[in-house]
């Protein structure tokens, strides 16, 4: 059974960075697909950005795209999300998710227990 463990989260100015992690358990994270959402507070659930299983492509939302890169690491087992020029809409929990039964839907798929991204202006 995959198990998932975001950690990375803090407090950032404006225009900095962070790196968030997702520690996985169970099976390699090149056999599933995963994936980083947010959610701020008061808003929807927001993918924002994936890597699919294999590591064959990976997705951004626009509001992301230049600024993040997700990557993966067999040796560590985990998947890392890079952010770079942090804005304060950034800010919100972020969760990272997999789908190691690949039934395309992350809502039926493993989910961390989310880590605090607060991006001061």
């Known amino acids: 059974q995959v198990r998932l463990v975001e950690s990375g989260g803090g407090l950032v100015q404006a225009g900095g960075s962070l790196r968030l992690s997702c520690a996985a358990s169970?099976?390699?994270?090149?056999?599933?697909?995963m994936a980083w959402f947010r959610q701020a507070p008061g808003k929807a659930r927001e993918l924002v950005a994936g890597?699919?299983?294999?590591?064959?492509?990976?997705y951004y939302s626009d509001s992301v795209k230049g600024r993040f890169t997700v990557s993966q690491d067999k040796k560590t087992n985990a998947m890392y999300l890079q952010m770079d020029s942090l804005k304060p809409d950034d800010t919100g929990i972020y969760y990272c998710?997999?789908?190691?039964?690949?039934?395309?839907?992350?809502?039926?798929?493993?989910w961390g227990q989310g880590t605090q991204v607060t991006v001061s202006s």
């Open positions: 169970g099976r390699t994270v090149t056999d599933y697909s």
């Open positions: 998710a997999a789908d190691p039964l690949r039934t395309g839907s992350w809502d039926s798929g493993v």
């Open positions: 890597i699919s299983w294999g590591a064959t492509s990976l």
